[in-house]
């Protein structure tokens, strides 16, 4: 089991560009899930997915985000465009749905914007 | 909504001591589940344990064990024979068993545990 993959592991980008994260769920996993950690904030969810369907993206700050689910093994958050409070560290989750399944992170990625 | 409360924003233990860290939570729901999780520098957020309330018995795995006392809305979590390997930021966790929440997890603010030599 590969666990849960995230990419770029690191990404620096400059205020005004696009930004794309990416994450492959563990192999049969149905719920997708995004969070977001700051020092100030701390762990947010952002969105998640069940069955590659949104179920609550109360926690996505504002119209920059944005996030897809095309098929079971990928997930995209996408900011356009970037500034600098998004800088932070986006972790991507997956679980099954069996009540009760603990969620399964992947190592995250850290957004800098400058 | 859910919330999650740690009280201690940093904690820290001599190696093979005791430590526990401390967790509250808020809740109307009867029925829910609740985790802690490490994050050592590396960032990776792991798995330490997990509890079901409708079950009264304290989960254990190793050296952790949890402290669950449902009427106190209270779920800390002992870490003994404490290790160089378990310094690291902790997350208390709570999860609904059903409804509109079901699935996700509501994270406390962390607690900061340093081991030392």
């Known amino acids: 089991d ?4 995230q990419s770029p592991r690191h990404e620096v980008t400059e205020m005004g560009q696009e930004v794309t ?15 977001r950690q700051t020092m100030m ?22 119209d920059r ?3 897809k ?30 009540r009760g ?3 399964h992170f992947g190592n995250g990625t850290r957004l800098t914007v400058t | 909504a859910q919330t999650v409360t740690q009280s201690q924003p ?32 590396s960032r990776q957020m792991i798995l330490v344990i997990r509890q079901e309330a409708y079950k009264q018995q304290n989960a254990t795995e190793n050296r952790f064990s949890v402290n669950f ?21 902790y997350f208390c966790a709570f999860m609904s068993a059903g409804g509109t929440s079901y699935g996700k997890l509501t994270f406390g603010q962390g607690t900061i545990l340093t081991v030392h030599p």
């Open chain 1, 65 to 67: 985000f944005s996030a």
């Open chain 1, 2 to 5: 590969a666990g849960v993959i």
């Open chain 1, 101 to 103: 399944s603990p969620l």
């Open chain 1, 21 to 35: 994260l990416r994450c492959k769920p563990i192999s049969g996993h149905d719920y997708l899930f995004w969070y």
């Open chain 2, 69 to 89: 006392q449902k009427a106190a809305k209270s779920f800390s979590l002992k870490i003994s024979d404490s290790q160089l390997g378990d310094t690291a930021m």
């Open chain 2, 10 to 41: 940093e904690m820290s233990v001599q190696e093979a001591e005791t430590v526990t860290l401390s967790c509250t939570y808020d809740t109307s729901e009867n029925n829910y589940y609740l985790f802690w999780y490490k994050q050592p520098p």
């Open chain 1, 41 to 62: 904030r701390g762990l947010e969810l952002l969105i998640y997915f069940n069955n590659n369907v949104p179920i609550d993206d109360s926690g996505m700050p504002e």
């Open chain 1, 69 to 98: 689910m095309p098929n079971a093994s990928f997930s995209t958050l996408k900011i356009q465009p970037s500034e600098p409070r998004d800088s932070a560290v986006y972790f991507c989750a997956s679980s099954l749905g069996a």
